[in-house]
């Protein structure tokens, strides 16, 4: 028996088209008794606005969890199932659309937005993508994946700058230097690329390299290196001068000062080799006439927690002898600034350099042309 019903159509949100039911007619998936989902079923589809095929609807895999749903509305494993089923079945969209609708319902649920945004990425919906990914930001603002995610959606839709600050700001969140991959410094390298910029494109392979160079100065990134330098004419905005110079290294609560110059204006920051950047206090960068990235914004780690910043650049920066040109820096709010300096001296100055270190000392030289 075939039962009356009339649907319209409407987009909610950025790419998701879902289908609304009008008071006075049966649902879309309403069926002869015993020849589709039940109520629960039903008023879970309804709840998660999606519309599914009878054959689809009906088949153990997506109906159990569907049932599930509409005994126990904020069910957390079976969102999970539902949108197995789903996917396995090929109807990626529809478990992207239920994945978001449970979230919303359920006052937040960030595996479920994490799986609609992989699912997103896949179908090459990098607009609603994004829109997910900063819902996901916003319900885990201090975790490195929602920028990350964000970050690839940015880069789908070829806002290759907007995907370079959060390139920056997950590997600033990310907890374990030592186990983060090398992902996103060659997404940075390859936004830097996509801009013309080659020169900055080393930037961020040299600071993957400095993080441990016993296992990343491969020929792999020498080549990427070397390939980089030749495109923009790099070797010298690359080079390094100087001599070596030995600083203590830090101890346990202590801080080790040094005396730095940026666009020559004198400073004293706090050297830091776990800091990703040069990081400097809005009020020393305007001294020294750091240059901002227009619509820049970035989260950093602080003592005081996590916060917001810009990505600008030095012309020149100077420790002692050592001196570097075109240095990223990192400017935040003098309020933010959780030290008694002028700005931190990070990896995006060090890793311009050779760096050992041990108990001791930390001895920096330039590096030598290979």
């Not at 153990?60 to 969102?79: K, M, S, W, Y």
């Amino acid at each position: 028996m075939l039962i009356a019903r009339r649907t319209i159509v409407a987009t909610v949100g950025i790419g998701f088209s879902v289908v609304l039911l009008v008071p006075g007619f049966s649902p879309v998936l309403a069926q002869s008794p015993g020849t589709g989902p039940g109520d629960a079923a039903a008023a879970a589809l309804t709840r998660l606005k999606i519309d599914l095929p009878r054959r689809v609807a009906d088949s153990e895999p997506v109906r159990r969890p569907l049932e599930e749903l509409g005994r126990e509305t904020c069910d957390q494993d079976a969102i999970t199932h539902l949108a197995g089923a789903l996917e396995a079945a090929g109807y990626r969209r529809e478990a992207a659309v239920a994945q978001v609708s449970f979230s919303a319902q359920c006052g937040g649920h960030a595996p479920a937005l994490r799986g609609a945004i992989n699912t997103l990425l896949k179908l090459s919906d990098y607009t609603t993508a994004e829109s997910v990914a900063s819902d996901l930001i916003k319900l885990e603002p201090f975790n490195d994946n929602g920028y990350f995610l964000r970050a690839l959606a940015r880069d789908g839709n070829r806002s290759f700058k907007a995907a370079i600050d959060d390139y920056v700001t997950a590997i600033e969140l990310f907890g374990n230097k030592d186990r983060i991959s090398s992902v996103s410094y060659l997404k940075i390298a390859r936004d830097y690329e996509q801009l013309g910029q080659f020169c900055d494109a080393m930037l961020p392979i040299q600071q993957w390299v400095a993080l441990d160079p016993s296992r990343h100065d491969t020929s792999q990134t020498q080549a990427i290196l070397s390939g980089y330098a030749a495109k923009g004419g790099c070797a010298a905005a690359a080079a390094t001068s100087g001599s070596t110079e030995t600083f203590p290294a830090p101890r346990v609560g202590a801080v080790v000062k040094v005396p730095v110059t940026v666009n020559n204006v004198a400073g004293t920051f706090i050297l830091d080799t776990g800091a990703s950047y040069v990081a400097l206090r809005d009020s020393f960068a305007k001294k020294a006439k750091i240059e901002i990235e227009d619509g820049s914004t970035v989260r950093i780690h602080t003592a005081n927690g996590i916060a917001d910043g810009h990505r600008g650049r030095a012309d020149t920066m100077q420790l002692r002898s050592l001196k570097a040109k075109s240095v990223i820096v990192i400017v935040e709010a003098d309020s933010a600034a959780a030290y008694d300096a002028d700005g931190l001296l990070g990896m995006s100055f060090l890793s311009r350099f050779n760096m050992a270190i041990d108990n001791r000392s930390v001895r920096i030289s330039p590096n030598k042309p290979r």
